[in-house]
């Protein structure tokens, strides 16, 4: 059974440069939430999706939009990049809301 | 805005030693979950506890809820160097549907 995945692992983009990541989540989990952790520090909710729409949303600014699809993959796009934007970002499938979340490796972005 | 202060916030110990890691917060949760993360990985759960006052064990570990959802501890026996990582509390609540994760702890024990 696979977990969690997602792509692309590392990724460099420069200010000012759209980003779209990709994450599919474990078999039998339809709620997919995005988190960004930057370095040392705890993860930050970004947002979540259920039934391919956005249920809740983090402290982030309108640049973070997301979408979700009927196979429960998820996208999450970042336009105008900024040098703060640099952080691993995580995507966690669970199969109630927020409840015991599994996470993938996450992909880790680079903004020069 | 739901805060969730870990402390302390580095731990380097010896193998065979016992720690503590405490999770705080003043709001109150309906569930709190304890995760462990090693570099370039995504955390992973390793315990949910919703009831007040609730204590779970997980061979070496074990894990507390206060008995106002407000707080739990982490204790881990004998430490040993694959506990090495960096340990993060997460409140869950159902009103908001949101995770909320505390600051992280890592720790590092050495052989």
């Known amino acids: 059974d696979a977990g969690v995945t997602q792509s692309p692992t590392h990724l460099i983009k420069t200010r000012g440069q759209q980003v779209t990541l990709r994450c599919s989540p474990k078999?039998?989990?339809?709620?997919v939430s995005w988190y960004q952790q930057a370095l040392g520090q705890g993860p930050q909710f970004i947002f979540q999706y259920y039934e391919e729409e956005e249920r809740q949303r983090g402290n982030f600014p309108d640049r973070f939009s997301g979408h979700q699809f009927p196979n429960y993959s998820s996208e999450l796009n970042v336009n105008a990049l900024l040098l703060g934007d640099s952080a691993l970002y995580l995507c966690?499938?669970?199969?109630?809301?927020?409840?015991?979340?599994?996470f993938g490796p996450g992909t880790r972005l680079t903004v020069t | 805005t739901q805060l969730l202060e870990q402390s302390p916030q580095f731990l380097s110990i010896q193998e065979g030693e016992n720690l503590t890691v405490y999770c705080n917060s003043s709001?109150?949760?309906?569930?709190l979950q304890w995760y462990r993360q090693e570099p370039g990985e995504g955390p992973v759960l390793l315990v949910t506890?919703?009831?007040?006052?609730e204590v779970k064990k997980l061979k070496r570990l074990t894990f507390q809820f206060g008995d106002a959802r407000k707080d739990s501890s982490l204790h881990i026996t004998a430490a040993q160097p694959g506990d090495t990582g960096l340990y993060l509390c997460?409140?869950?609540?159902?009103?908001?549907?949101?995770?909320?994760f505390g600051t992280g702890t890592r720790l590092q024990v050495f052989p």
């Open positions: 506890v919703v009831t007040g006052g």
């Open positions: 966690a499938s669970s199969p109630d809301r927020y409840y015991e979340q599994y």
């Open positions: 997460a409140g869950g609540d159902r009103d908001t549907d949101k995770l909320i």
């Open positions: 078999s039998g989990h339809d709620t």
């Open positions: 709001s109150v949760f309906s569930s």
